[in-house]
């Protein structure tokens, strides 16, 4: 089994609907991270989850809502998405210690490749 | 800020070498290295921490330069298998916040 796990692969959605990502960590990992990857872009860093709690928001539109019930498992429901939010949704999680800190590596998922119509 | 990386994009033929650049504008605790090939998630490579280590695996190691804020990833004898976009990522303090750079593509040829 995959240590990063990410369903759906592929999913098609209108401006109007409401969906979810979900990851799932195999790895005994306290940390869980969304990543967006545009085409042409680096990763871009949304949230941050250190211990079930919110540690990071990088400025994301609320149109995109995280939730973390454990250690294991993180969702971003999205709703009302735009065009602009066609891109590439990646999943990771790692090791931190209880301030945040971090020198691990964090393990990447497959991604959701999400398309907006 | 995105840490900026160089060169963009570079072609190589088997067994050559190549380096690649990272250079943020702030401080920073720790750069990491991760390589994506393409339709894959991204892989990750080596941490280097503050005090300018260098670290290795197998024909790929890293430098970091605190002072310059710079690190450097070196590829020798480079194979098809290193073929992807490379990624550094940097943590400005104690924090697991990655901010990554802008990428390079490398390719290379047989």
């Known amino acids: 089994e995959t240590g990063v796990t990410q369903t759906p692969r592929h999913l098609v959605m209108g401006m109007t609907n409401k969906k979810s990502l979900k990851c799932e960590q195999h790895?005994?990992?306290?940390?869980m991270y969304w990543y967006k990857q545009s085409a042409k872009k680096p990763l871009e860093l949304m949230f941050v989850?250190?211990?079930?709690?919110?540690?990071e928001n990088n400025s994301v539109p609320s149109r995109f809502s995280p939730e973390c019930p454990n250690s294991s498992h993180l969702f971003l429901h999205l709703h009302t998405l735009q065009p602009e939010d066609s891109a590439l949704y990646l999943c990771?999680?790692?090791?931190?210690?209880?301030?945040?800190?971090?020198?691990?590596?964090?393990?990447f998922g497959d991604g959701t490749r999400l398309s907006i119509l | 800020q995105q840490p900026v990386q160089s060169p963009q994009a570079v072609i190589l033929r088997e067994g050559e070498d190549a380096v690649i650049n990272c250079s943020s504008s702030?401080?920073?605790?720790?750069v990491h290295w991760y390589r994506q090939k393409h339709g894959e998630a991204p892989v990750f490579l080596m941490i280097?921490?503050?005090?300018?280590e260098q670290k290795g695996h197998e024909k790929i190691s890293a430098s970091f330069n605190e002072k310059k804020q710079q690190s450097s990833l070196y590829l020798t004898a480079s194979q098809l298998s290193y073929s992807g976009t490379y990624f550094c990522?940097?943590?400005?303090?104690?924090?697991?916040?990655?901010?990554f750079g802008t990428g390079t593509l490398l390719a290379v040829q047989p």
């Open positions: 990771a999680s790692s090791q931190a210690t209880i301030r945040g800190g971090s020198n691990q590596p964090q393990h």
């Open positions: 702030k401080a920073l605790y720790s």
């Open positions: 989850y250190n211990f079930k709690e919110q540690t």
């Open positions: 790895l005994g990992h306290n940390a």
């Open positions: 990522g940097v943590i400005g303090g104690a924090t697991n916040k990655l901010i």
């Open positions: 280097l921490l503050k005090g300018g």
